[in-house]
């Protein structure tokens, strides 16, 4: 069943969020979509209860904080386990091991199985059968979003500081919220980015590629650029803009803001909201 998210059905994990295998062990590939698909070999039609992905006895994580909630064997999906996220219940199915007890709780990134060959995905939302599609790209939202706000591994341990965090709390709950339809709003063009983000943004990166601050380190999944303890300032000002974009969004599409804005800035951004200008520097104001 096609379904529209909405807030309360984002994933809450205090152990952060993973897909369920790392990009270093191959980008997966769709075999077989979710629901009315032609069988590949005798081309007959069917309803698909999940995803098939290529998988190739890569080791599967745990996406987020959870409990093991079924082992076991069936005639379709051969070897399963079972992983409740919340109101979620996700089926890994066509996997040859298992390394997590039935009951045991998990946190994002735990090593639960091996797949074979091929990997099945089966989601539930409270017992409702949802497009497992649609979950991965909450899970990967969420994921981007906790690095965002700096939860998680940091470029070599670096120290970062921004503009930012004395509220970090506040603003990691929001990100946890919010961050998927800003992501969604984002790919779509229903907002945008001020252009002085945009600026901001594309001369600090250049200003930072003519300092050599790029590929100082050794890369990894979570400090792709190579970057050290020489680059502080740069994340930190990358995530100060970021961030700053972010409670932009929310000001403008969500009326939210920090608990910390002064009833000052909320009315001089309510102000100027009736007489009609461009949201976008309106918030910039109440920024």
């Not at 994580?61 to 999906?77: E, I, Q, T």
Request: charged share 25%; glycine share 10%.
């Amino acid at each position: 069943m096609k379904r529209k998210y909405t807030q309360e059905m984002y994933l809450l994990s205090d152990s952060g969020y993973s897909m369920p295998y790392s990009s270093a062990e191959g980008e997966p590939r769709v075999l077989l979509g979710y629901g009315r698909q032609r069988h590949p070999e005798n081309g007959e039609t069917f309803t698909h209860h999940g995803i098939d992905l290529t998988a190739g006895g890569v080791r599967l994580l745990a996406m987020a904080s959870g409990k093991v909630s079924g082992l076991g064997n069936d005639p379709v999906h051969e070897g399963f386990v079972n992983v409740r996220y919340g109101d979620y219940e996700v089926e890994y199915g066509h996997i040859t091991e298992v390394f997590a007890d039935f009951g045991s709780k998990v946190e994002a990134g735990q090593v639960i199985a091996t797949a074979g060959d091929i990997l099945h995905l089966g989601v539930r939302y409270k017992g409702e059968e949802i497009d497992p599609g649609d979950f991965l790209q909450m899970v990967y939202n969420n994921a981007v979003s906790a690095s965002v706000a700096g939860i998680g591994e940091t470029a070599d341990n670096v120290d970062v500081k921004t503009d930012y965090d004395d509220d970090m709390p506040e603003i990691s709950c929001l990100m946890v919220r919010y961050m998927p339809l800003y992501m969604d709003d984002l790919r779509k063009g229903s907002y945008k980015p001020k252009t002085e983000t945009e600026r901001k943004l594309q001369d600090v990166l250049a200003q930072s590629a003519r300092k050599n601050y790029y590929f100082e380190a050794l890369p990894s999944e979570g400090n792709p650029l190579g970057l050290s303890v020489r680059s502080a300032p740069l994340v930190g000002i990358v995530q100060s803009l970021l961030i700053g974009d972010f409670l932009n969004y929310l000001a403008v599409r969500h009326d939210i803001f920090l608990k910390g804005w002064d009833e000052a800035k909320k009315k001089s951004f309510w102000r100027r909201r009736r007489t009609g200008e461009d949201l976008s520097t309106l918030c910039a104001a109440s920024m």
